[in-house]
């Protein structure tokens, strides 16, 4: 049976789990990595694996007791330690304030559980499954540490509003148009920003450069937030100066002409818009 390569080794995988640590380091602080082991050693036994259930689960117990054997152990690039890894996403996997959208939390929650765990017995079993997900049933060939560190993360992947997995720097040009997007939502004159965007950049007048530059330098934060040195400076620019031709939706203040003329005239649109927008 051929085994995968694995794909936590991606130099943008290192890169998005860290900076995904970071944001969930921002947002809880401080978690007790002791008291989490105990909490995900009650979990594996009520959770809802695939078959057989018992394999796995023991699986998943092996696995949770390797990392707390290597608790210590150090990513560099985040700072933080195998354990205090697990012991946020943990506490995260738990925050359902922030998947306040639920229509069904309970279960919603049991369910980021399950795949918590999952990705525990598949850090366990990485070079025991196959391409296509198949098990030989062999005794263990876990991930490495870096590549369990990632895969806890992994968990919480465009679940977690603060974590996101970067596979590809090819996806660099769909990340810049969400930041983009995202720039454009919080602005507080969506008219302004529009006619900057879509002005030749040799015929933009200097307050629409200083906004267009604006909305640049946001993107630009975001992509090195996210991807690192993975990208080289002239595939930077090249994204940045694509920005011009970034879809967006109809302005939410389309029919304010006078007050657009103003800010831009007086300058407050330009000196107000970076700190106005985040993701």
Known sequence: ???????????????SVSSSLKRLSNRYQTTD???TFKDIENAIHTAVLKDPQDFYRTEALKGLHRIKKHGDWLESNSGLTLAQAMALVWTATNDNKVYSLSEHPERDEQDRINT?????WRAQREYNLSESGLDDFNGSMPACLAGTFNKLVESLD???????????????????????????????????????????SDERTIEQQGLFESLRAFVREKLIENLGDLLTTDKMNEILDNLQYVPLPEPNNAN????????????????????????
Request: aromatic share 6%.
């Open 158 to 200: 465009l679940v977690h509003p603060d974590v996101k997995i970067i596979r590809s720097v090819e996806i660099a040009n769909d990340f810049a148009t969400e930041s983009a997007q995202k720039f454009y939502e919080n602005c507080e004159n969506q008219q302004a920003l529009c006619d900057a965007i879509s002005a030749d």
């Open 1 to 15: 049976m051929a085994i995968r390569q694995q794909s936590t080794h991606l130099k943008s995988v290192h890169q």
């Open 33 to 35: 990595a002791k008291k």
């Open 116 to 120: 918590f765990v999952e990705h525990l």
């Open 256 to 279: 304010t002409d006078s007050n657009t003329e103003q800010l831009l005239i007086s300058g407050d649109l330009k000196d107000k818009a970076p700190a106005r927008f985040g993701i």
